[in-house]
């Protein structure tokens, strides 16, 4: 049994809660936020111990075997590299970091333990069925793709929350939050990046936070033509769109469902997924990847989200903004 502690009690949180809590080899042991009464309605819930910080957890609980970072993004590296330094394996939501200079720590904290970050949506079965497609070279070769990302975000979300839309603890705005998944998926699919070139605009926040609420880009991923498009300034939070363009077929990718065009005849797959923890639109993944996780541990075996397997979309999404907030 894995006894597991959440840092961080706000929204994200509640899913890791609910997951850990059904999972038959973990146990929720222990809660921090920096907001006691958050952590306080965690514990009542679950039934674990709630605290004011991730220092007075740590201090006070000694029989731990992992935590889970559910934090603002800026704290994920540093936290990852203290829980490490008291030999506890890590699960981090995304993103893994918001700067190169922090990639060093989480380096440093995977040299100690085991580090797993919550793509999620990597376990999608629409997600491996496309990965299957491009591996047996179904339709022929993958000659390009595009992916769009239209939600709705208003100016509450960051003022109410106390660190979004700031460079300094969110690290960014649409990218690095809302899309990343996205962009996380197309290296899957497609490949690492050859060459970036990123445009990004604050169209209708400008008074509420100074990151960016529109990105685009035109990307070489893999050696292949892709086209993404992110935007928080839609009326709706709208299904993410992934579209992949082989020799004889065009798949779109949309919500859980799967949908290929050869000619004049149009296939619709769907997949059975796991009920929806959360919102819908953050996928359906988190049961099935904290499971892996926490199977890796218990088996030994390499996790799929570990450090070294997001390092392409750490990578390319730090390069985008270096491209991009030029243009701000």
């Not at 380096?107 to 299957?132: H, M, S, T």
């Not at 179904?138 to 239209?150: E, I, K, P, Q, S």
Request: glycine share 8%.
């Amino acid at each position: 049994m894995f006894r597991v502690a959440i840092i961080g009690c706000g929204g994200i949180a509640q899913v890791h809660a609910s997951v850990l809590s059904a999972l038959p080899d973990t146990i929720l042991t222990a809660c921090a936020d920096i907001r006691p009464e958050r952590a306080q309605a965690m514990a009542a819930k679950y039934g674990c111990r709630a605290y004011p910080s991730m220092d007075a957890l740590l201090d006070a609980e000694n029989e731990l075997d992992s935590v889970h970072l559910c934090t603002p993004h800026y704290l994920h590296a540093p936290m990852a590299k203290k829980a490490a330094e008291h030999g506890l394996a890590v699960f981090s939501e995304k993103p893994p970091v918001i700067s190169r200079d922090q990639w060093e720590l989480l380096e440093e904290a995977a040299a100690k333990v085991p580090l797993g970050i919550c793509f999620q949506n990597r376990y999608n079965p629409n997600v491996e069925a496309a990965k299957l497609l491009i591996a047996e070279g179904t339709y022929g070769d993958l000659l390009g793709g595009r992916a769009f990302v239209t939600w709705k975000r208003e100016a509450p979300y960051y003022r109410d929350s106390g660190w979004r839309g700031t460079w300094a603890t969110e690290g960014g705005g649409v990218l690095i939050n809302q899309s990343v998944h996205t962009l996380d998926l197309l290296v899957q699919l497609f490949g690492p990046a050859d060459a970036v070139e990123t445009h990004m605009a604050n169209h209708h926040l400008r008074d509420a936070i100074e990151v960016e609420d529109t990105v685009e880009a035109y990307l070489k991923l893999g050696g292949r033509p892709v086209l993404f498009y992110a935007t928080t300034a839609y009326t709706q939070d709208a299904p993410v769109l992934i579209e992949l363009h082989f020799e004889r077929s065009t798949v779109r990718l949309e919500s859980d469902a799967m949908e290929i065009r050869s000619g004049n005849t149009v296939e619709h797959r769907t997949f059975e997924v796991p009920e929806t923890l959360g919102k819908k639109y953050w996928g359906t993944g988190h049961t099935a990847c904290i499971s892996d996780f926490y199977g890796c541990l218990a088996e030994g075996r390499p996790f799929r989200n570990n450090l070294d397997s997001v390092k392409a979309t750490a990578d390319l999404m730090l390069t985008m903004y270096e491209q991009g907030r030029i243009t701000l």
